[in-house]
Nanobody
Framework: QVQVAESGGGLVQAGGSLQLSCAAS????????MGWYRQAPGTEREFVAM???????NYADSVKGRFTISRDNTRNTASLQMNSLKPEDTALYYC?????????????WGQGTQVTVSV
């Protein structure tokens, strides 16, 4: 079983910064891509950023130039550095990890970490 855990959320004023962290743990698995999604109240979960094992990144247009995703392949961890935060970035942020366990490939999700940006 692979578990995913996020940390680093909190309350910040507009224009401030936060860094989120994600760690995947378990036995006998390999990580494909690691990414972040977010969900604000009353909305659907939306893509934020993703980083493949080969170092290819992809960002939502709304966060390009402000957010940076990074990962440590040796530790199965990922981070999301969020700068110039806006009130509209307020949401529950989820880490998504695509893992391979034997012949299967699965998506694993963390419980989420709350980010609140005040005006």
């Amino acid at each position: 079983q692979v578990q995913v855990a996020e940390s680093g959320g909190g309350l910040v004023q507009a224009g401030g910064s936060l860094q989120l962290s994600c760690a995947a743990s378990g036995r006998d698995f390999s990580v494909q891509h690691m990414g972040w999604y977010r969900q604000a109240p009353g909305t659907e979960r939306e893509f934020v950023a993703m980083l493949t094992t080969d170092g290819i990144t992809n960002y939502a247009d709304s966060v390009k130039g402000r957010f940076t995703i990074s990962r440590d392949n040796t530790r199965n961890t990922a981070s999301l550095q969020m700068n110039s935060l806006k009130p509209e970035d307020t949401a529950l942020y989820y880490c998504n990890v695509r893992v391979t366990i034997g012949p299967w490939t699965q998506d694993r999700w963390g419980q989420g970490t709350q980010v609140t940006v005040s005006v």
